[in-house]
């Protein structure tokens, strides 16, 4: 069974840059599915940031593509997420997926701050 | 693009039916067969519950069904139990290979 996991600092400063590694286990991402970002700030709704294949084709939503990019590491299973020039609107639950058009597998989510 | 729009709020009694809907355009719900919907219980992580706008992953209670008419996707939770209550999010592919989500439902079993 496929399991996620979100690693990465839970503060970061405004204007630095936001940086998340997830790392997969019990399935080998080479072996397909696309692998996503999806966001969730305290008491709001869910937003798509993007999702990368092992190849490393991206596609990014379109209102943070500017600041956003993702890769992915097949040697150690894993894949990350670099958010740049962070306000205290990127502060939310962080949660790793597994997938594109759909998510069928997540990690538990982790929490950035952004603040000084 | 905006996001899908969703009822904030929706109720039923226990053993009721209840359906959420999801309104989206031509540019997403209604260009493509790729809807989903999750359920999220207070501070747990999402779960999908229907994908491909109608199918259920393994697992999931066919009391939940999942269905697309022009424009707007709906969720449907027949025979409503305690533990159905919950929030619930649908999402959809979008033009420019974006994916959209819906503001949430919350879901109120009285």
């Known amino acids: 069974q496929v399991q996620l996991q979100e690693s990465g600092p839970g503060l970061v400063k405004p204007s630095d840059t936001l940086s998340l590694t997830c790392v997969v286990s019990?399935?080998?991402?080479?072996?397909?599915?696309?692998w996503g970002w999806i966001r969730q700030p305290p008491g709001k709704a869910l937003e798509w940031i993007g999702s990368i294949f092992y190849t490393g084709d991206t596609y990014y939503n379109p209102s943070l593509t500017s600041r956003v990019s993702m890769s992915v590491d097949t040697s150690k299973n894993h894949f990350s997420l670099r958010v740049t020039s962070v306000s205290a609107a990127d502060t939310a639950v962080y949660y790793c997926?597994?997938?594109?058009?759909?998510?069928?597998?997540w990690g538990q989510g982790t929490l950035v701050t952004v603040s000084s | 693009q905006s996001a899908l729009t969703q009822p904030p709020s929706a109720s039923g009694s226990p053993g009721q039916s209840v359906t959420i809907s999801c309104t989206g355009t031509?540019?997403?719900?209604?260009?493509?067969?790729?809807v989903s919907w999750y359920q999220q219980h207070p501070g747990k992580v999402p779960k999908l519950i229907i994908y491909?706008?109608?199918k259920r992953p393994s697992g999931v209670p066919d009391r939940f069904s999942g269905s697309k008419s022009g424009n707007t996707a709906s969720l449907t939770v027949s025979g409503l139990q305690a533990e159905d209550e919950a929030e619930y999010y649908c999402?959809?592919?979008?033009?420019?290979?974006?994916?959209?989500f819906g503001g949430g439902t919350k879901l109120t079993v009285l």
């Open positions: 031509s540019s997403d719900i209604g260009g493509y067969t790729h």
């Open positions: 491909g706008v109608n």
């Open positions: 999402t959809s592919y979008a033009d420019n290979n974006n994916v959209l």
């Open positions: 997926a597994r997938g594109y058009q759909y998510f069928d597998s």
């Open positions: 019990g399935y080998s991402i080479i072996n397909g599915y696309h």
